[in-house]
């Protein structure tokens, strides 16, 4: 079970430093099955970068969570995936005439160490919808990018 004020004790967030970013749907519903939607977070992913609140590294949004690489920019991390999971909520819930939660409460951040091989923890992001089964090639799932490309 998912316990989100265990998630933030001891967050700390600092311009410059890696960072894997996972969240998910509320109850793990497979919401981005419909690849429009999954476009809605891949707009906030972009609205964030283009602000300079992070740079991507890599990224996947998979049917019922994203996973995220970045170095942070100007921004905390709370402040980044709360406007991420907001802003694309919203989007999403206006396109599906809906309302209420689409994110589970809380995310979970990884630091990465400079040293570590950062091109193999974005070859870990991407390579998610072929060891869900999703996909046989990585180049036929929609949703996902690395700046290795």
């Avoid at 099955?33 to 890599?58: I, N, P, T, Y």
């Avoid at 905390?76 to 396109?95: D, F, G, P, Y």
């Avoid at 689409?102 to 870990?124: F, I, K, S």
Wanted: proline content about 3%; aromatic content about 10%; hydrophobic content about 40%.
């Amino acid at each position: 079970m998912y316990h989100s004020n265990r998630l933030r004790t001891g967050r700390h967030s600092q311009r410059g430093n890696l960072y894997l970013l996972t969240t998910t749907t509320c109850d793990r519903h497979p919401v981005f099955r419909d690849v429009v939607l999954g476009r809605s977070v891949v707009a906030e992913f972009k609205a964030a970068q283009m602000d300079r609140w992070v740079h991507s590294l890599a990224w996947v949004v998979m049917p019922d969570h994203f996973h995220w690489l970045i170095e942070l920019g100007d921004s905390s991390l709370e402040e980044l995936m709360r406007r991420v999971k907001t802003n694309s909520a919203r989007a999403i819930n206006r396109r599906r005439r809906t309302s209420g939660s689409l994110w589970q409460t809380g995310y979970h951040d990884l630091a990465l160490r400079r040293e570590e091989d950062v091109r193999a923890v974005a070859r870990y992001v991407v390579a998610n919808p072929l060891r869900a089964g999703l996909v046989d090639r990585l180049g036929d799932y929609p949703l996902w990018d690395a700046i290795w490309l």
